[in-house]
């Protein structure tokens, strides 16, 4: 499998709280994604990275923000946790836009 | 807003038989696209792209259509092993947010 690392793997924690998912590649991939996975949705884009510090919304973007100030990390933040973003979180890392992404094995939430 | 259609299915097969998904896809400018297998709780896998001309892998065939903007797939001699959800995924054609995945198609392969 890829080099991909996310942390934590899984995470309960209450409304309100801030939440922070880590994404680690080891590949030096330049794109990194950020999706979230519910039941009728499939996968859906939060954030992506094409960059260091070069980030952008995806889909589903509100509620959440991104940074990258490292090749190798991408960080999803939850600056006030709700119950609609307990979900699947997937991160994802390719070489281009228009090639395969590779997934971690990703980080189950819930927000009480 | 760019889409990919998939029958969710599930489509339950025998043992040994063969068995094909088709997906539609919007985007006209998309330039690449695959398929790619989840098991139950865990992570999207590569499966094999999609070439115009066609490909195969072992018992996975995919064929692209891009005047009709249809992908399909199919696996012969099903395998017990097959049971997943497979998903097609089209290029977003240029940009940088990278591709677009279907809801995909969950096969159950029966013994």
């Known amino acids: 499998d890829a080099g991909i690392t996310q942390s934590p793997r899984h995470k309960v924690t209450e409304t309100g709280t801030p939440v922070t998912l880590r994404c680690h590649q080891t590949e030096n991939h330049r794109y990194m994604y950020w999706y979230r996975q519910d039941p009728g949705h499939g996968l859906r884009l939060i954030h992506y990275?094409?960059?260091?510090?070069?980030?952008d919304k995806g889909e589903v973007s509100d509620g959440y923000s991104v940074s990258r100030s490292k090749t190798e990390d991408f960080l999803l933040t939850l600056e006030s946790a709700t119950s609609s973003q307990t979900s699947v979180y997937f991160c994802a890392i390719s070489t281009g836009s228009n090639q395969p992404q590779h997934f971690g094995d990703g980080t189950r939430l819930s927000i009480l | 807003r760019k889409e990919v259609e998939q029958d969710p299915g599930p489509f339950n097969v025998p043992e040994g038989a063969t068995v094909a998904f088709n997906c539609t896809y919007s985007n006209s400018a998309s330039q690449s696209f695959f398929w790619y297998r989840q098991d139950c709780r865990k992570e999207p896998k590569l499966l094999m792209s999609v070439y115009s001309s066609g490909n195969e892998d072992g018992r996975f065939t995919a064929q692209l259509n891009r005047a009709s903007q249809y992908i399909s797939l199919l696996i012969r001699d099903s395998k017990l092993s097959d049971s997943a959800t497979y998903l097609c995924v089209v290029s977003s054609g240029g940009g940088a947010d990278g591709l677009t995945f279907g809801k995909g198609t969950h096969l159950i392969i029966q013994p």
């Open positions: 990275s094409y960059g260091v510090k070069d980030t």
